[in-house]
């Protein structure tokens, strides 16, 4: 069965500390995996992309791994902001269908105190 | 930030209300989707299109139609809204020639009493 699973589901950090939150998945046959920011009541908004043979992608004080072979992907944020809470969906995307169906966890919520 | 809309944003509903959601891109994305989203959950696909006139089901079964006449437009339909639908829904849109990647409208709160 073809799903993803994050960790921490909740996770409360100071404001400048740095977090890194887990995603495993199962989807297969495997295309790429995404890390999107949800604000509350908001959209989902994608952060970073990557296919099967990438390591690491980051945009800005966002930094996301991924290893293939054990189907772990982490993201890890630096420097943390308030404006970062939110929650954080790690999502998986297979390449056995035209429609490059998506697989969603049910994200992190992250909250930043000042 | 992605040009896609969706209105109301909230709504508060009484059963048995026919409702319509709207969503409009103004990307040209040959793709759109809509997805329903509980607190805390993850994100259901329900409805998705691979372009005019083409509409398909998604995951999740869902009492609501949708259609697409328009490139840019996709509303979604429920002619006999009840509690159950209580929900927030997502509409996204994509391109196929650029990898797919998919772009989130912000939602619709929808709450029928």
């Known amino acids: 069965k073809n799903q993803v699973e994050q960790s921490p589901q909740s996770l409360i950090i100071l404001e400048g500390k740095n977090c890194t939150l887990q995603c495993n998945y199962t989807v297969s046959p495997f295309s790429n995996l995404r890390w999107y920011k949800q604000d509350t009541g908001r959209g989902p908004v994608s952060l970073t992309i990557m296919t099967f043979s990438e390591n690491t992608k980051s945009n800005g004080r966002y930094t996301a791994t991924l290893d293939a072979d054990t189907k772990q992907s982490s993201l890890h944020i630096t420097a943390s902001q308030l404006s970062d809470s939110a929650s954080y969906i790690c999502v998986a995307n297979d390449r056995g269908s035209t429609l490059g169906r998506l697989y969603f966890g049910r994200g992190t919520q992250l909250t930043v105190w000042p | 930030e992605a040009d896609i809309y969706q209105t109301p944003r909230y709504l508060v509903i009484g059963t048995g209300k026919k409702i319509t959601l709207e969503c409009s891109q103004t990307?040209?994305?040959?793709?759109m989707y809509w997805y329903q989203q509980d607190p805390g959950m993850e994100l259901h696909l329900i409805h998705y299109?691979?372009?005019?006139?083409?509409?398909e089901k998604g995951d999740l079964s869902s009492e609501s139609t949708v259609s697409r006449i328009r490139t840019e437009h996709f509303p979604l339909t429920l002619e006999s809204a009840r509690p159950s639908h209580t929900s927030q829904y997502l509409c996204a849109s994509s391109e196929s020639r650029k990898g797919d990647e998919q772009f989130f409208g912000p939602g619709t709160r929808l709450t029928v009493l």
């Open positions: 299109s691979y372009g005019v006139n083409s509409t």
């Open positions: 990307m040209g994305h040959d793709k």
